[in-house]
């Protein structure tokens, strides 16, 4: 995948340096009386319950599965904790109609501290040739808990191309990575524009 890293290179804001790291008790105690710290911390949910990570897994974010969902159809969904999966999306690509509304959804789960800035980073190519590059930012997130076991997001809405020539296949590399430009999975798929599903 080292031809792909220049592609997937997340966007920089020029000036924006990346927080100091704190423990979720660190961040509790911060500035107790600072309404607007205190609306941040609340809207990460913070201190909802008990952690639920594996003290023994060293990742902080676990990407559990991703969904295309089309108004009308079933959700196609990848499970991409399951053994193989990942291993199986360049070699089985799936339809989508030309012209159709979609959008993304992720399912995840964050362990151990504060995970800041989550984004996630798409190249897609047609014939070696690349089409399209983007970039949604997913936010930052505390640690899953009882109180939330994961986290679910969904993507902008899109609509595929259409037209004779947009029809055929489409090979795609995939990211998410955070501030700390940590990759936290990263894999190749594929998938077919075509006249009907």
């Given amino acids: 995948m080292a031809d792909h890293e220049d592609d997937l290179t997340a966007t920089k804001t020029?000036?924006?340096?990346?927080g100091e790291k704190k423990t979720i008790e660190e961040y509790t105690k911060l500035d107790q009386n600072d309404e607007s710290l205190n609306r941040w911390k609340?809207?990460?949910?913070?201190?909802?319950g008990e952690p639920i990570g594996d003290p023994n897994d060293p990742r902080k974010c676990?990407?559990?599965s991703l969904a295309l969902?089309?108004?009308g159809r079933s959700d196609v969904v990848i499970e991409l904790t399951e053994p193989g999966a990942l291993s199986s999306l360049k070699d089985k690509p799936f339809t989508i109609k030309e012209g159709a509304r979609f959008r993304i959804k992720v399912v995840f789960q964050v362990n151990?501290?504060?995970?800041s800035g989550l984004k996630y980073l798409?190249?897609?190519k047609r014939k070696g040739i690349r089409v399209s590059k983007d970039e949604e930012m997913l936010g930052s997130y505390a640690p899953n808990t009882t109180g939330k076991p994961v986290y679910e997001k969904k993507f902008n809405p899109e609509e595929a191309p259409s037209g004779m020539i947009a029809r055929?296949?489409?090979n795609a590399v995939s990211k998410f990575v955070d501030d700390d430009d940590h990759t936290h999975l990263?894999?190749?798929w594929s998938f077919d524009i075509a006249k009907d599903w």
């Fill in 168 to 170: 055929g296949h489409y």
């Fill in 122 to 124: 798409q190249v897609v």
């Fill in 42 to 48: 609340a809207s990460l949910g913070l201190n909802a």
């Fill in 112 to 115: 151990h501290e504060v995970l």
């Fill in 186 to 188: 990263q894999f190749e």
């Fill in 69 to 71: 969902e089309v108004e």
């Fill in 14 to 18: 020029e000036g924006f340096k990346v």
């Fill in 62 to 64: 676990i990407i559990k």
